[in-house]
């Protein structure tokens, strides 16, 4: 395992010429440089922004939801109750072919149409109901519109918004800011957060790609914190949370 470490932190890799991991452990007075062990303070906030996120579903979301109209059911028409196609349904396979349709019809005297037709009303009745899918998508636009808001506030100040230059001055040995502490910490925390609740939210056919994405994603995030490449990484997560709130907006005003 150490050689493991040593070989993925060297030096040479992460860090300009004749800088070391020593040089940005042990800072002047007063300063501040990115350290990995920061990163461990998302994992409680991942757990809180969690938290929030049930608490805002059901006492925000819903409500306004409601309001709307938008309720509950999925808008599918439900399969008629039978024992041995929901044995079959949960226990062999959602999709049958058509051998085994013909097996099925024939035990049940059913037409092949029919058969077929109630599997596919079966497998509708899985999917998430408009209200699911609204509170889910309220809750990813209030937060990054929040977020969105917090990076503008943020990084109208700063040199880099204006001139992506300094994003390179002095580097590595650039002071970390509580400002840009709080931004980077609160990003990562967020999409900490989606890798857990990938495991509550109802699965869609797209589990493995997002999970695989936000596991890229809290990757870069924890790379670019730890070589201090802080800068150019605020900027990019601007860019992509100016774009995430319009796509999010999308199915609560459709």
């Known amino acids: 395992m150490a050689a493991f470490s040593s070989w993925f932190w060297n030096e040479r890799f992460w860090l300009p010429h004749n800088v ?13 440089y990115p350290k990995a062990g920061h990163l461990l303070s998302a994992l409680p906030l991942a757990l809180g922004i969690f938290v929030v996120r049930i608490l805002f579903e059901r006492f925000v979301a819903r409500p306004c939801a409601l309001l709307l109209h938008i309720h509950a059911t999925s808008g599918h028409r439900r399969a008629t109750p039978n024992m041995l196609l929901e044995k079959v349904f949960l226990s062999v396979t959602k999709y049958p072919d058509s051998g ?21 009303q079966r497998r509708n009745q899985d999917k998430p109901s408009v209200l699911i899918k609204f509170c889910e998508s309220m809750w990813r636009f209030t937060f990054y519109l929040c977020i969105f808001i917090y990076g503008i506030q943020f990084l109208w100040q700063s040199t880099w918004m204006w001139d992506t230059r300094h994003c390179w001055y002095n580097y590595p040995y650039q002071v970390l800011s509580p400002g840009l502490y709080t931004y980077y910490l609160i990003e990562l925390a967020f999409y900490w957060s989606l890798v857990f609740s990938q495991f509550t939210d109802i699965k869609r056919k797209d589990f493995f790609i997002m999970f695989v994405h936000h596991l890229a994603t809290v990757s870069l995030i924890s790379f670019s914190y ?9 900027l990019v997560m601007f860019v992509h949370d100016s774009s995430d709130f319009l796509l999010e907006s999308h199915p609560i005003l459709r």
């Open 20 to 32: 070391t991991w020593a040089d940005l452990a042990d800072p002047a007075p007063g300063v501040e």
């Open 100 to 120: 085994h349709l013909v097996g099925l019809s024939k035990q049940l005297d059913w037409d092949l149409s029919k058969v077929q037709r109630w599997f596919r």
């Open 226 to 234: 730890a070589n201090n490449m802080l800068r150019v990484g605020s």
